[in-house]
């Protein structure tokens, strides 16, 4: 098996890190593509890195695809929230001494 090397391989996944999509917010187990309920209301989503976040929401399928797919001149008007940033870990590892 050949390995990628993990650097190409965080390079990939962090080329994935904001990207949204469109969830359509119906009650049940009914159909849930967009084609299907164009006048649904939409939850966008984005991703972290780790998994789907609330970013907003739309009022149907036009206002969502406005919001994921904009126009070189037009600029989102929803403002991406900033993830906190990591803490020390408290977790239990061994350290690398000098030498080892």
Same mark, same amino acid.
């Given at each position: 098996?050949?390995?990628?090397?993990?650097?190409e391989w965080?390079?990939?996944?962090? @080329?994935?890190?904001? *990207? $949204?999509?469109?969830v359509?917010?119906?009650?049940?187990?009914?159909p849930? =593509?967009?084609?299907?309920? &164009?006048?649904?209301?939409?939850?966008?989503q984005?991703?972290?890195?780790?998994?789907?976040?609330?970013?907003?929401t739309?009022?149907?399928? @036009?206002?969502?695809? *406005? $919001?994921?797919?904009?126009?070189?001149?037009?600029?989102?008007?929803?403002? =991406?929230?900033?993830p906190? &940033?990591?803490?020390?870990g408290?977790?239990?590892?061994?350290?690398l001494?000098?030498?080892?």
């Open positions: 098996m050949d390995d990628e090397p993990l650097s965080a390079e990939r996944r962090a @080329a994935k890190i904001g *990207r $949204l999509r469109a359509p917010l119906v009650s049940g187990d009914g849930k =593509a967009s084609h299907l309920n &164009p006048d649904a209301p939409r939850a966008i984005r991703w972290n890195g780790y998994t789907w976040e609330p970013y907003g739309a009022a149907n399928l @036009a206002e969502a695809q *406005r $919001l994921l797919h904009p126009r070189a001149e037009e600029q989102p008007t929803m403002a =991406a929230p900033q906190p &940033p990591l803490r020390a408290r977790g239990r590892h061994r350290k001494r000098p030498g080892e």
